[in-house]
Structures are given as structure tokens and as C-alpha cells.
């Protein structure tokens, strides 16, 4: 399984997951050219991309998938709720191309398999998704206010997470936002900070993780070497250092690494 974060932030999110089969994109936050130049920066063909699959409505997740959709004759994939909220300006999606996934569904396609499950933010039925590769998993979690045992249980121990560290707490306070836009952050259904991102985390990290890749992170109210040094110590703190697992950067305005997850096979002959 591969994977790579497109593009990640409050103009914009997109993430590629993939194997030798299928190819996804987990939102479309971003322009249709601006998706197509993050794939092809990875050498992805957005022609082989088998299906969208949206978190929730919000603009900074599903801006480009109209124009995808139509360009590409791409499916995508949404809980019903989610389908009913999309606004208008991503323009006509056929009927053909919507494909209901249920919130709590589990799907097969090809040799990935990927679950959807609830999480909490302010918008019709968000969701997160877990993929699997027989006994390989990726999982990616962003918007959301709080982190339930539940959806803690469920990620576990994912090789790879793209997991949420939206702003720190200060930053935020002291910003130009209004008070109402504020008080939405910081509430169960806004996003998670950089501290109950790391303390999450610290449940959350297993033996088997290979890389954590901070995602979502505000441009006003957080900066990168603030998000890693707040996840690291508290994280440290748990006994969980670097030598354990990777702290990775993500970017608003281009893409990760395209990066392979090694197997527990793989990682015996490393050694």
C-alpha cells in the first residue's frame, strides 16, 4: 500500500491511498488542476484514480470534485447525508457517478479494503476512513473536535495515520478570529489542537507504527515546527520517541513524499 497527502490545510485537502490495483483519492479540496498537478508530482495518473471519497461537505474538501468527476468519469463515494449537503458550486455530479458508503460500512476493492467510521465536527455525517491491505493499514482522521475511545480503539496501531493537529490553543486565542469562530475550534465539533492531538496519539501509537503525518494544520493559528514539537514532547512524555515512530510534516500547497508502507515481511528482512 502507498499513500501520499496532496495538499493539507484550510485552502485545501486531498490525499492519495493506492496498491498495485486501485488507486484513491480521500477528498478534493483543492482546484481540479492543483489535484491533478499533486498527482502527477507523484507520478499518479489521475485517469487510474478508481474513486473519490469525501469526509464531509466543507469547501476545503471537496472543491475539485465536480470537475473530476465530470473530467474523469471518477466515482465517488459518500454517505447519503453528506450527498445531500453538497453545495452547489461543484456543479452537476451524475447519478451514475454517486455511490453511497454508509458511515460504519466496511468495502472491498481489489486487495484494499476501507471502512468508514462517525467522527465528531460540525457537519452533516463526517467521517474518517481506515484502509487495509491484508494485515497492513492506513488510516486518516482530520476534523475533528475531540478523539472518542472508540475511534481510538478502531485506528490503533495503523502503520500509517494522517491524524489531525489543527492549531495551538494560545495561538488561536490571541488570533484576529472572532470570538464565535473561536469558540466553534475549540468546541467537540471543531478541530483538534496540537496538545489533545498529541495526547490522542499517545493511546493511539502502536509497535507496528511506522510514520504519523500531522495534518490540517492552521496557517494563522499554528506553524509546523510548533505542531511537531508539541506532538514530540508529549509523546515523549508517554515514553514514545522518534526512534519509535516518524513525526511527519504535511503542506498546504503541495505533496508528501509518495511513501510505501513495509510490511512486517519486509521489515524481518531489513533487519
Given at each position: 500500500?502507498?499513500?501520499?497527502?496532496?495538499?493539507?490545510?484550510?485552502?485545501?485537502?486531498?490525499?492519495?491511498?493506492?496498491?498495485?490495483?486501485?488507486?484513491?483519492?480521500?477528498?478534493?479540496?483543492?482546484?481540479?488542476?492543483?489535484?491533478?498537478?499533486?498527482?502527477?508530482?507523484?507520478?499518479?495518473?489521475?485517469?487510474?484514480?478508481?474513486?473519490?471519497?469525501?469526509?464531509?461537505?466543507?469547501?476545503?474538501?471537496?472543491?475539485?470534485?465536480?470537475?473530476?468527476?465530470?473530467?474523469?468519469?471518477?466515482?465517488?463515494?459518500?454517505?447519503?447525508?453528506?450527498?445531500?449537503?453538497?453545495?452547489?458550486?461543484?456543479?452537476?455530479?451524475?447519478?451514475?457517478?454517486?455511490?453511497?458508503?454508509?458511515t460504519?460500512?466496511?468495502?472491498?476493492?481489489?486487495?484494499?479494503?476501507?471502512?468508514s467510521?462517525?467522527?465528531?465536527?460540525?457537519?452533516?455525517?463526517?467521517?474518517?476512513?481506515?484502509?487495509?491491505?491484508?494485515?497492513?493499514?492506513?488510516?486518516?482522521?482530520t476534523?475533528?473536535?475531540?478523539?472518542?475511545?472508540?475511534?481510538?480503539?478502531?485506528?490503533?496501531g495503523?502503520?500509517?495515520?494522517?491524524?489531525?493537529?489543527?492549531?495551538?490553543?494560545?495561538?488561536?486565542?490571541?488570533?484576529?478570529?472572532?470570538?464565535?469562530i473561536?469558540?466553534?475550534?475549540?468546541?467537540?465539533?471543531?478541530?483538534?489542537?496540537?496538545?489533545?492531538?498529541?495526547?490522542?496519539?499517545?493511546?493511539?501509537?502502536?509497535?507496528?507504527?511506522?510514520?504519523?503525518?500531522?495534518a490540517?494544520?492552521?496557517?494563522?493559528?499554528?506553524?509546523?515546527?510548533?505542531?511537531?514539537?508539541?506532538?514530540?514532547?508529549?509523546?515523549?512524555?508517554?515514553?514514545?520517541?522518534?526512534?519509535?515512530?516518524?513525526?511527519?510534516?504535511?503542506?498546504?500547497?503541495?505533496?508528501?513524499?509518495?511513501?510505501?508502507?513495509?510490511?512486517?515481511?519486509?521489515?524481518?528482512?531489513?533487519?
Open positions: 500500500m502507498k499513500y501520499s497527502v496532496l495538499a493539507s490545510g484550510s485552502t485545501g485537502n486531498s490525499i492519495y491511498v493506492g496498491t498495485e490495483n486501485v488507486n484513491f483519492l480521500i477528498d478534493a479540496g483543492l482546484s481540479g488542476k492543483k489535484i491533478e498537478e499533486g498527482l502527477g508530482k507523484i507520478g499518479v495518473d489521475p485517469k487510474k484514480i478508481d474513486g473519490i471519497l469525501i469526509t464531509h461537505e466543507h469547501d476545503d474538501h471537496i472543491k475539485g470534485i465536480g470537475v473530476l468527476a465530470r473530467k474523469y468519469s471518477i466515482p465517488i463515494y459518500a454517505n447519503e447525508k453528506t450527498f445531500a449537503h453538497l453545495p452547489t458550486h461543484v456543479g452537476k455530479i451524475e447519478e451514475e457517478s454517486k455511490y453511497i458508503f454508509e460504519g460500512a466496511v468495502r472491498d476493492f481489489a486487495d484494499l479494503q476501507i471502512e467510521f462517525a467522527i465528531s465536527h460540525d457537519a452533516a455525517e463526517p467521517v474518517g476512513y481506515l484502509f487495509r491491505q491484508d494485515e497492513l493499514q492506513v488510516s486518516v482522521v476534523d475533528l473536535g475531540y478523539v472518542s475511545q472508540k475511534i481510538k480503539q478502531k485506528i490503533a495503523s502503520d500509517a495515520l494522517i491524524f489531525e493537529a489543527n492549531h495551538d490553543v494560545e495561538m488561536l486565542r490571541m488570533s484576529s478570529y472572532p470570538w464565535s473561536k469558540q466553534r475550534i475549540l468546541s467537540d465539533v471543531g478541530h483538534l489542537s496540537n496538545e489533545a492531538s498529541g495526547e490522542a496519539l499517545s493511546e493511539i501509537i502502536s509497535g507496528d507504527t511506522q510514520k504519523v503525518y500531522l490540517h494544520l492552521s496557517r494563522e493559528n499554528n506553524l509546523p515546527e510548533l505542531a511537531k514539537l508539541t506532538v514530540k514532547n508529549i509523546l515523549e512524555d508517554y515514553g514514545i520517541t522518534e526512534q519509535d515512530v516518524q513525526l511527519m510534516d504535511t503542506y498546504f500547497n503541495g505533496p508528501t513524499a509518495l511513501e510505501k508502507i513495509i510490511s512486517k515481511k519486509e521489515k524481518v528482512g531489513l533487519k
